[in-house]
């Protein structure tokens, strides 16, 4: 049973434009989430997090929203570059001290020039 | 500099054979991780260790092993009991961080091992 799910296998996005990736979660006890961006044959590199006593939180040209409700997150990336194409992970845990990050399968992201 | 390092890059074996692939981190991490990715599968958790001489099995612990001797190091050995080692396989450490009251922050993940099974 996936607790953590990127329903979108790839994106495609205009240079300048926006990127929208999503992420749906089924856990209500995750309180901790965070987004990872992987290049191929490389380890993933941390991108942005967000605690659950906040719905935003923004890192220059990236925003991460949350909507606990919902069950939901999504990562925003204005104005997107080339550099962006990468995949991106979408990531939660539970408050514990060092528990495991739970992944999503992952979005990948093309931005196209 | 402080970092996470898994080697070999790239490794093969003989069908039938166990291989141990090597963590190292010398960020001081309470924490370590092990995590396998497929194709279209997204990472999934092996093992995990949260202290010294402790471990926890993950969702796919099957066919693997750990130890947890030293706090810097982390060993993983694919079995010949895996039926389907051939995969990229991630170490990660973590530890939680004192501004956010003591939650987790972000695990830092090593570059991978590539495993195939030839």
């Known amino acids: 049973d996936q607790q953590v799910k990127q329903n979108s296998p790839s994106l495609s996005v205009q240079e300048g434009r926006i990127s929208i990736l999503n992420c749906d979660y089924t856990n209500s006890m995750f309180d901790y989430f965070l987004w990872y961006k992987k290049y191929p044959a490389e380890g993933p590199t941390f991108l942005i997090s967000i605690s659950s006593i906040k719905d935003k939180n923004e890192d220059g040209r990236f925003t991460v929203f949350l909507n606990k409700s919902a069950k939901h997150l999504s990562l925003h990336i204005v104005p997107s570059q080339p550099g962006d194409s990468a995949v991106y992970f979408c990531?939660?845990?539970?408050?514990?001290?060092?528990?495991?990050?739970?992944f999503g399968k992952g979005t990948r992201l093309s931005v196209i020039a | 500099d402080g970092g996470i390092t898994q080697s070999p890059k790239y490794l093969f074996r003989k069908e039938g054979q166990n291989v141990t692939l090597s963590c190292e981190q010398n960020l001081n991490h309470d924490a370590m991780y092990w995590y396998r990715q497929d194709p279209g599968q997204g990472l999934r958790l092996i093992y995990y260790?949260?202290?010294?001489?402790?471990?926890q099995k993950g969702d796919i612990a099957e066919g693997y092993s750990v130890s947890r001797e030293k706090k810097e190091s982390f060993p993983l050995t694919v079995t010949s009991a895996q039926k389907n080692p051939t995969a990229f396989y991630l170490c990660a450490s973590s530890t939680p961080t004192r501004e956010q009251g003591g939650r987790d922050t972000e695990a830092f993940f090593g570059q991978g091992t590539r495993l195939t099974v030839v």
């Open positions: 260790s949260q202290i010294v001489n402790d471990f």
């Open positions: 990531a939660a845990s539970v408050y514990s001290g060092n528990t495991p990050l739970v």
